[in-house]
């Protein structure tokens, strides 16, 4: 697939905003000033980035509370959603929802949800409604590894694949289901792919930290579904930078492997690859400039 200089830049632009967005969240925890707690989705950029790019203004997402990035990339505004982690009446939900809750439906970012596994079968609903108003809607759904060991994604996979339904499943296999390794409870290696075929789908794994390969799996699995051709499961290997949530120092990691996983961080990589490619450095600093200007 043949990508564009113009869509790379839209792809690094976008995770520059999502990662300066939670780098600013986070230090305003630390500072008390955001309420409850947050799952960040720092490392995580290119999940978010990938898809919101082939996805077109009246598709829908679906997140887990990890969902910071994906509902900001559907065009959610970075002001209002500052407002709602800090519980401001001018937050997108009124300051109501809070970090693990945010919804713009106008932007398609149908909320974020934090009953694991409960969104599978809302998303698999919206899609059936798409498909039943014959509109050109494509519905993605979020989730972490855990979640494919809850009923709720089996049942929804199922009814999906039996209907067609135009909906893409996307997992974010970050390798950890909050403080447990997802390898120490799955009797397969990839929770969601090696699943796939029991619904009759396609195993479809993706490097879910190199924005190219996941916007190019997104395209594809976005033009199956509205050709009627049903839903895909994709399987994103990605690694979260922080613990599981502002409590957890994510100790329980071994050394070697966060440092490994931060040498492939998806934004360093993706500058590389877009310098290789005769993008100026100029351009690349202007662009992340932007997006703290913004912030």
């Given at each position: ?94 300051g109501k929802g809070g970090s693990m809750h945010l919804t713009d439906v106008s932007k398609g970012a149908m909320g974020s949800y934090a009953i694991v596994g409960a969104h599978l079968p809302v998303a698999a609903g919206a899609a059936w409604a798409a498909q039943l108003r014959g509109t050109d809607q494509v519905t993605v759904c979020f989730f972490g590894d855990g979640t494919t060991n809850i009923g709720a994604f089996h049942e929804a996979l199922n009814i999906a694949a039996i209907w ?132």
């Amino acid at each position: 697939m043949e990508i564009s200089v113009d869509t790379r830049l839209s792809l690094y632009s976008n995770m520059a905003r999502a990662r300066y967005f939670e780098q600013r969240a986070y230090d305003l925890f630390m500072q008390g000033l955001v309420k409850g707690t947050s799952h960040l989705g720092l490392g995580q950029e290119a999940v978010a980035a990938g898809f919101a790019e082939a996805m077109g203004p009246d598709d829908m997402t679906y997140c887990t509370y990890r969902g910071h990035n994906h509902t900001l990339l559907r065009g959610a505004p970075m002001g209002p959603l500052m407002g709602e982690l800090m519980g401001k009446a001018n937050g997108i939900c009124g300051g109501k929802g809070g970090s693990m809750h945010l919804t713009d439906v106008s932007k398609g970012a149908m909320g974020s949800y934090a009953i694991v596994g409960a969104h599978l079968p809302v998303a698999a609903g919206a899609a059936w409604a798409a498909q039943l108003r014959g509109t050109d809607q494509v519905t993605v759904c979020f989730f972490g590894d855990g979640t494919t060991n809850i009923g709720a994604f089996h049942e929804a996979l199922n009814i999906a694949a039996i209907w067609d339904l135009p909906v893409i499943f996307v997992c974010e296999n970050n390798l950890y289901m909050e403080y447990t390794p997802i390898s120490d409870v799955i009797a397969v290696e990839y929770p969601a792919a090696d699943r796939a075929s029991a619904y009759g789908l396609d195993r479809i794994i993706v490097d879910g930290n190199d924005a190219d390969a996941v916007y190019e799996v997104a395209e594809a699995a976005a033009q199956r579904a509205r050709a009627g051709e049903g839903p895909s499961l994709i399987e994103a290997l990605t690694y979260r930078q922080k613990g599981h949530s502002r409590a957890d120092p994510g100790k329980y990691r071994p050394d070697e492997e966060v440092e490994e996983w931060m040498s492939r961080d998806p934004l360093i990589m993706y500058r590389e690859r877009l310098e290789s490619l005769g993008v100026s450095g100029e351009t690349l600093d202007s662009i992340e400039s932007a997006a703290w200007a913004e912030v």
